[in-house]
């Protein structure tokens, strides 16, 4: 059977000239770097503990609803269909989305904003810093260095992986305008310049907006199976209300299973094909001629049309009352909270409590490094790991459910 070979655009990345990674080793005989990127991070434990870490619900909720791993996995499916349709790279698109969430805490983004204030005095907690802390310093697999060694590409499309962090001159911008760059992206950048102030590479911009329609569509899927809201309300939202219609249409009388699969189904195609549009429009306009001149731009070259854009923010403001802000949720959420800052207080007073591995080293006059290794510690905790060392410091955990 003939190998389909795809080509690659210009302004695609081109694993050949890669800028290598910090440790230099040897090619591989069977793979790209990218591929070789992705490979890593598979085989990480950082990867594995994605089974065991939630996003909105914690495990107590039941085995249906995503977890951090399967939504990584639906991000992947969504960037390597982008990528190929764009002609980019799609072992470094799949690299990307493959380690976008590595950095998250237990309990999704209520055990983010524990640490954060746990670690107020010490620089705050941001799991895309985090990202980068795991995976190149925390995985310790290989003899030669910590963390994964992976690509410059592949570090950029992760820190990067909302977009620039600071302009030419270093000064912080969008989210660390107000704090400033978080100290693991600091302290890195200045033994491996990221160009902290450009945008990332086509494929990293892949798995950013594929980010986006998995979280849109998939979080749809997990509210209407938690009864957090009826699918009839989303009727008046733009474009849902549309597919909605469409599918009552076609198929009349549809069990609501369903029938809110398929109009998830549908939300996915409509934003996939509407990012093809954008992203070969813009590619027209303004012609790359390599995956330099990407970086160059002065905005994003993959991305949503201006009308899908104002969809996507009517979706996220609809489930921010009705889902992540859901009296249900916030209660467990705020139960959630309450177990990090108790593991974070306790581990800090009593570093005994940790494994060996983690509190050898510690100097006690160190307060700054002592809190970053617990926060470390805690970061890489699935949800069912933190509940158990709970119990086991406390003598009891709560419900979470």
């Given amino acids: 059977m003939a190998v389909e070979v795809f080509a690659r655009a210009p302004y695609a990345s081109k694993p050949a000239a890669s800028r290598g990674r910090l440790y230099d080793e040897p090619p591989s005989a069977t793979r790209s770097d990218f591929r070789r990127d992705c490979d890593r991070i598979i085989h990480s434990t950082a990867f594995r503990r994605l089974a065991h870490k939630t996003q909105v619900f914690v495990f107590h909720e039941g085995d249906h609803y995503r977890t951090r791993l399967t939504h990584t996995l639906e991000v992947v499916q969504i960037a390597r269909s982008l990528a190929r ?86 000064r912080p911008s969008q989210r660390y305008a107000a704090h ?29 907006i594929a980010d986006d329609i998995a979280y849109d569509a998939h979080d749809i899927d997990d509210g209407l199976r938690a009864e957090l809201f009826a699918l009839d309300e989303l009727a008046s ?53 390599d995956a330099a001149a990407v970086r160059a731009l002065s905005g994003p070259l993959v991305g949503f049309s201006p009308p899908m854009a104002r969809i996507d923010r009517a979706i996220k403001d609809f489930l921010l009352p009705r889902m992540y802000r859901h009296a249900r949720v916030m209660r467990i959420m705020g139960d959630a909270e309450e177990v ?12 005994a409590d940790m494994p060996p591995e983690w509190r050898a080293g510690l100097l006690p006059a160190d307060q700054a490094g002592r809190a970053r290794r617990v926060a470390d510690f805690i970061a890489g905790m699935t949800d069912r790991y933190a509940m158990v060392e709970h119990t086991r410091l406390f003598g009891s955990t709560p419900e979470l459910r």
């Avoid at 992986?161 to 600071?166: K, T, Y």
């Avoid at 760059?181 to 990293?204: G, H, M, Q």
């Avoid at 990090?340 to 570093?351: A, I």
């Fill in 85 to 170: 349709g764009l002609s980019l790279d799609e072992d470094l698109a799949e690299a990307c989305a493959l380690g976008h969430d590595l950095g998250h805490p237990p309990f999704g983004h209520a055990g983010e904003r524990a640490l954060d204030r746990c670690l107020g005095d010490y620089g705050g907690f941001d799991h895309n810093a985090q990202t980068l802390r795991v995976v190149t310093a925390l995985e310790r697999r290989y003899p030669d260095f910590d963390g994964l060694n992976l690509t410059w590409e592949t570090l950029e499309g992760l820190v990067k992986h909302n977009g620039p962090l600071c302009d030419r001159e270093g």
């Fill in 180 to 208: 400033g760059l978080p100290l693991a992206i600091a302290e890195y950048n200045r033994c491996n310049d990221l160009e902290l102030w450009s945008y990332p590479s086509a494929e990293a911009q892949v798995g950013a």
């Fill in 237 to 289: 939202l733009p474009l849902v209300g549309d597919v909605l219609r469409e599918v009552d249409a076609r198929h009349p009388r549809l069990e609501a299973g369903r029938r809110g699969h398929e109009v998830v189904r549908h939300l996915i195609t409509r934003m996939i094909e509407d990012v093809f549009a954008e992203a070969r429009r813009r590619i027209a306009q303004r012609a790359p001629a």
């Fill in 340 to 351: 990090v800052r108790r593991l974070f207080e306790r581990y800090v007073d009593r570093p």
